[in-house]
């Protein structure tokens, strides 16, 4: 199969701006290039700030545990509030978060800062979400590869950011302050753009707040489809798990030094951004649950050649095809699972962020401990997959 093909519009929805277009993909390049701006920066603020690892730490917490008590309540919202204000909300928050860790004199602002910054990504990149799909309700698939595409842009934008700044001798606080008042300007342009209403809007008229979400929810549990979608980014939330353990094994079990590490990391990004600039092409000639089949299948085999043939340059190698097949999950995953219920893409997308209260990292990590790292790593690498075939062959229609 070919995927020199030519990329075609995707024919948006009625009433559809290309303004409205624009500001959906905004939503998480602006989180992905902000959120990566000081976890870059972090040697620099801890020696300035004089942080110990424990308030290090503490900082992460409080984004992810903010992000994950509000973060299914804010999604919810997305179907039956009104959604510029929602993802103004998130960009404005996420700026202000940012401005305030440049300016942050102690550990208490700074901390404050990482609050914030958990309590608006949601609502800013989760409602962006559901835009461009709404937007593209029949080509979720491709139009999540191109946001995708942008939203890895955006991550490898701020470690460059970050160098451009040092090497020019600029104050780092002057970067985070800048691009955090420049999210305020994206929140006024926000505001200032024409949003359709929610996909079912009409069913919901009438009814009160309450009324609006139950029925929301009780819908998203009748749709077998959405479930289904839910069920593959569970598998994925589980085929990811080991990644965070990959540079430990890297060293300890390959014998890459730390210099190698970095190569190999970087080679999987631009893996990874190989994949989504041939996805778009890649869904126009076959189907989303064909690509999904080919890439797991693939997986079975790789991961486990990944985990025992040896060499360092056979990583390297085996690297390349892994990286690609695995990259193209979360675009077809996510873009299916919010097309799957028409008008209600926020509440599937509370029904997700309810996985982050999952802890299959620690879970992995026991499991690592009990047995070995390369054990643990081959138990998901085959498990995982196989559970992604038996949900892809489940899923109802033909995507």
């Known amino acids: 199969m070919s995927l020199k093909v030519q990329i075609k519009p995707i024919p948006r929805a009625e009433g559809i701006s290309h303004r409205l277009v624009l500001i959906g993909l905004g939503g998480r390049f602006t989180d992905e ?3 990566g701006l000081p976890a870059v920066l972090m040697p620099t603020i801890r020696a300035q700030l004089g942080l110990s690892y424990t308030q290090v730490s503490l900082l992460g917490l409080a984004l992810n545990y903010v992000a994950a ?3 299914p309540v804010g999604a919810l919202l997305i179907d039956v509030w009104k959604r510029p204000w929602l993802m103004a909300w998130g960009a404005a928050g996420v700026g202000l978060a940012t401005a305030v860790m440049g300016l942050a004199p102690t550990f208490a602002i700074l901390l404050l800062g990482f609050a914030i910054y958990g309590l608006a990504s949601g609502p800013l990149a989760h409602t962006a979400d559901v835009v461009l799909v709404e937007a593209y309700p029949q080509n979720a698939g491709r139009i999540f590869a191109r946001a995708t595409l942008l939203d890895t842009v955006g991550a490898l934008l701020a470690p460059l950011l970050v160098s451009a700044t040092v090497w020019l001798g600029l104050e780092w606080r002057w970067l985070l302050v800048s691009l955090g008042l420049s999210s305020l300007v994206y929140a006024v342009l926000i505001l200032r753009t024409p949003f359709p209403p929610p996909a079912n809007g009409h069913e919901q008229a009438g009814l009160s707040l309450r009324q609006a979400l139950t029925g929301n929810v009780k819908a998203v549990l009748a749709n077998r489809a959405a479930l289904g979608w839910l069920l593959l980014l569970l598998a994925l939330t589980i085929l990811e798990t080991p990644a965070t353990f990959t540079a430990i094994w890297l060293r300890e079990q ?19 951004i190989l994949c989504l600039a041939v996805l ?7 189907s989303a649950r064909r690509i999904l089949q080919l890439a797991t299948l693939g997986l079975l085999v790789l991961y486990p050649a990944w985990l025992f043939l040896p060499g360092i340059w056979t990583r390297f190698a ?9 990259s193209v999950y979360w675009p077809i995953g996510k873009g299916q699972s919010l097309a799957s219920a028409p008008g209600r893409g926020g ?11 999952i802890p299959f990292p620690l879970l992995f990590g026991l499991l690592a401990q009990w047995t070995t790292l390369t054990t643990a790593m081959f138990w998901v690498y085959v498990g995982a997959p196989l559970l992604l075939l038996l949900v892809i062959w489940r899923l109802p229609g033909k995507e």
């Open 347 to 357: 509440t599937v997308t509370a029904m997700e962020a309810l996985f982050s209260f």
């Open 280 to 286: 778009d092409r890649w869904l126009q000639v076959m």
């Open 33 to 35: 290039l902000l959120s």
């Open 318 to 326: 085996l690297a390349i095809p892994i990286n690609f097949l695995f």
């Open 254 to 272: 390959v014998g890459m030094s730390q210099a190698l590490i970095g190569v190999y990391t970087a080679v999987q990004m631009a893996v990874g």
């Open 69 to 71: 008590t509000i973060e």
